[in-house]
């Protein structure tokens, strides 16, 4: 267990550091926007200058963020994603800003590919980089709609800001950057709100106890029967959110490797699901 927080915690500064290297190499010196609070923390220091630099403002806005996450989160996942934007907003004041490349249109795509997989793999171990993570996550909770909703809204915000201060080319950069950043993380973690799993195990009794103890999430038990070995089986079907799949891959693990697990995106959920 040890060993798995001292990884958790490796990933989570890795991540940061990735993030903190796309920001000074790529976004920053060539005037292209990142998303999310990243993005604000941006354009907030092109207008107040050198009162404060992108990565202190990156800090002082997830300040409420990470209060409100530990209210309505959860206290572990607040923990690692706040180790996460600390890092992040440290990298940033100690790595200097270098211009690789005058062509913008690189610096687009590669600070949002170097971005994107420092984003993807906090994620993909149960933690986020803040921000409009946290607060997408706590809305979606709170009204049930789709999560991609407000980092849309949020990033539009960012790019029309970014055209009518700094020219409609850069916010155009700016959506190459966007896009490339979600195919990324898309294809390392996930961004589906929901997400259901099936996992086929004969080792339910002690699957279902592990989930209940560590996740709080309802359990709906299939019997099954493997068609060529004939084997008498049981299918566990669970709704979880993406920020859960980190610890339930950790609980199948531990219990049954030989458990079978097919992971689907959930489009929606009728009925009751718990939401805190």
């Known amino acids: 267990m040890v060993w798995l927080e001292t990884k958790k915690i490796i990933i989570v500064l890795a991540g940061a550091l990735l993030n903190a290297i796309a920001m000074n190499f790529f976004l920053i010196p060539a005037n292209v926007y990142a998303s999310g609070f990243t993005g604000v923390a941006q354009l907030l220091s092109g207008l107040i200058g050198s009162f404060a630099s992108t990565g202190i403002l990156l800090f002082i806005l997830n300040i409420p963020v990470t209060i409100l996450a530990w209210k309505k989160v959860g206290k572990s996942f ?7 934007v600390f890092s992040m907003s440290l990298f940033l004041e100690l ?11 690189l610096n687009a795509v590669f600070g949002g590919v170097i971005a994107a997989v420092g984003v993807g793999i906090t994620l993909k171990w149960g933690a986020s980089t803040g921000g409009m993570d946290i607060i997408a996550m706590v809305l979606s909770r709170l009204k049930d709609k789709p999560v991609g909703t407000y980092f849309f809204t949020l990033n539009a915000i960012i790019i029309i800001t970014a055209g009518v201060l700094y020219g409609w080319e850069k916010a155009l950069y700016t959506l190459v950057t ?3 950043s979600t195919r990324v993380i898309d294809a390392i973690h996930t961004r589906h709100e929901k997400l259901t799993a099936m996992i086929i195990t004969q080792k339910q009794d002690e699957m279902k106890k592990a989930i209940h103890d560590r996740l709080v999430r309802g359990i709906t038990i299939i019997p099954a029967k493997g068609a060529f070995t004939n084997e008498t089986k049981e299918m566990l079907m ?14 199948i693990k531990e219990v ?21």
């Open 95 to 105: 790595i200097p800003i270098i211009h690789l490349s005058e062509d913008i249109l």
């Open 178 to 180: 966007l896009y490339a």
């Open 78 to 84: 607040t923990v690692y994603s706040f180790i996460s």
């Open 256 to 276: 049954d490797p030989n458990a079978f697990t097919n992971v689907v995106q959930t489009a929606g959920v009728f009925g009751f699901f718990r939401k805190d």
């Open 238 to 251: 669970i709704v979880i959110t993406r920020y859960e799949l980190f610890d339930l891959e950790r609980i």
